[in-house]
């Protein structure tokens, strides 16, 4: 079993900056690769970003390239969403995964565990 809990959601400004962490338990953290995923009010979850398990490659969707950045600490059992430029539309609850595969989780294949989400809420 792996317990996710996810912290550092809140309120901020379009254009504003925010870093999530996700504090992983029980098994070895560095067995599995790591996901943020969101759901928007009325809107299907969908996958953000991914790391691997020593965090030599990430995954991001296209809408957040190049202003969101996933990081994990093997040494703290952490993973972190940065979360740069936000817009109006980043607005979600925010959840942490754990898989067996980054590249997999951008594809589609559901993680084997999930986080209890933190609300994200940008405004305009």
């Known amino acids: 079993q792996v317990q996710l809990v996810e912290s550092g959601g809140g309120l901020v400004q379009a254009g504003g900056s925010l870093r999530l962490s996700c504090a992983a338990s029980?098994?070895?953290?560095?067995?599995?690769?790591m996901g943020w995923f969101r759901q928007a009010p009325g809107k299907e979850r969908e996958f953000v970003a991914a790391?691997?398990?020593?965090?030599?490659?990430?995954y991001y969707t296209d809408s957040v390239k190049g202003r969101f950045t996933v990081s994990r600490d093997n040494a703290k059992n952490t993973v972190y969403l940065q979360m740069n430029r936000v817009k109006p539309e980043d607005t979600a609850v925010y959840y942490c995964?754990?898989?067996?595969?980054?590249?997999?989780?951008?594809?589609?294949?559901?993680?084997?565990?999930w986080g209890q989400g933190t609300q994200v809420t940008v405004s305009s």
């Open positions: 790391i691997s398990r020593y965090g030599s490659i990430t």
């Open positions: 029980g098994r070895t953290f560095s067995s599995y690769a």
């Open positions: 995964a754990a898989g067996n595969r980054g590249d997999t989780m951008r594809n589609g294949g559901l993680p084997d565990y």
